[in-house]
């Protein structure tokens, strides 16, 4: 039987449609969720949503008067609502080589596999399109957003093929498909008024990369998930680790300052770029550890602690 802390398939991902319930990846968040700080997007959702009470203003409704707040104040207020519309989802999932690695719980690749599960079953459960990409050192597969189950499925059946077809001994094409190909991909089928969700270590970014980040996260709502194993950020001097697969092991000696040094400064230089793209664009990060149960983490980094609790 296959470990699915290293593949998954699709029957596993599959586990995460009734466990998502209660998690939401909307701007308006608690305020014990990471994303609580991200900017609301006035065009995101369906129906209409209460904004504020505020002062009459000359050119108001008055039909959007509230006659009880006025009377009780003595001036009038009205109630503003923004409009909620179509929102779709476009989920990127990275399954390169730099995804398959973990020294605790997890592979990174299988951690993304499980998020992107969680995401897609939350935002169709809402009603709402999903649509996504995932991609490999040598190709990737894109699914228009829909509201379909079939839809869903399909890009996770791809998810997991991705993810099985990984191993150790694979040999690594010279020409690597770059985040930045997907990312044409992404602005493509996610032009405007989407949540754009990318599940990746974000291995081999660069100025192009957040060039092109910046741009979707204009009319989009950008969330970056960022998998990591917490290997690189507790390296001590006497440290010397196994690390691989069931197919294939090896000794890392962690002891050596140049190796401890490279996996370190590697990790930390990523981990800040990222995370300095939150500052200077209206995106979010959540970090995802490889080390921690997939579904436990999005739930405190969300703030959904209650499995009752609404999508909306």
Known sequence: MTDSRIYTSLEHLRHFKEQAQGISFLPRQPASSVLSGRRASRL???????????HYLPGDDIRSI???????????HVRV???????????????????????????????AAEAAAIAAFRVLGAGDRVGGITFNDEQHIEFAPRRSDRTVMALLTAISAMNQSLHAQKP????????????????????????????????????????????????????????????????????????????????????????????????????????????RVNLSVLPLSAGEDTLTQIRRLTGQFAPQQRYR
């Not at 995101?44 to 505020?54: D, I, K």
């Not at 609502?81 to 299988?110: C, H, Y």
């Not at 020409?175 to 044409?184: A, E, H, I, M």
């Not at 990746?200 to 996260?217: C, P």
């Open 172 to 279: 690594v094409p010279e020409q690597r498909l770059q985040l930045n190909s997907v990312l044409k991909g992404v602005a493509r089928l996610a032009s405007h008024d989407h949540l754009v969700m990318i599940f990746s270590d974000f291995d081999g970014i660069d100025d192009r990369t957040r060039q092109q980040l910046g741009a979707l996260s204009q009319h989009n709502d950008v969330v970056l998930m960022l998998v990591h194993d917490p290997l690189a950020q507790r390296i001590h001097s006497h440290e010397s680790t196994i690390v691989g697969t069931d197919l294939l092991q090896a000794q890392v000696d962690l002891a050596t300052p140049r190796v401890r040094d490279a996996v370190r400064d590697t990790t930390s230089q990523r981990l800040t770029s990222i995370y300095d793209l939150q500052k």
């Open 66 to 76: 509230d006659w009880k707040a006025t009377a009780r104040t003595g001036k009038a």
């Open 81 to 111: 609502f923004t409009e909620e519309r179509d929102r779709p989802a476009l989920l990127v999932v990275d399954q390169r080589m730099s995804m398959f690695f973990g020294s605790q719980l997890n592979l990174k690749s299988v951690t």
């Open 44 to 54: 995101r959702g369906r129906g209409l949503n209460f904004e504020e009470m505020r």
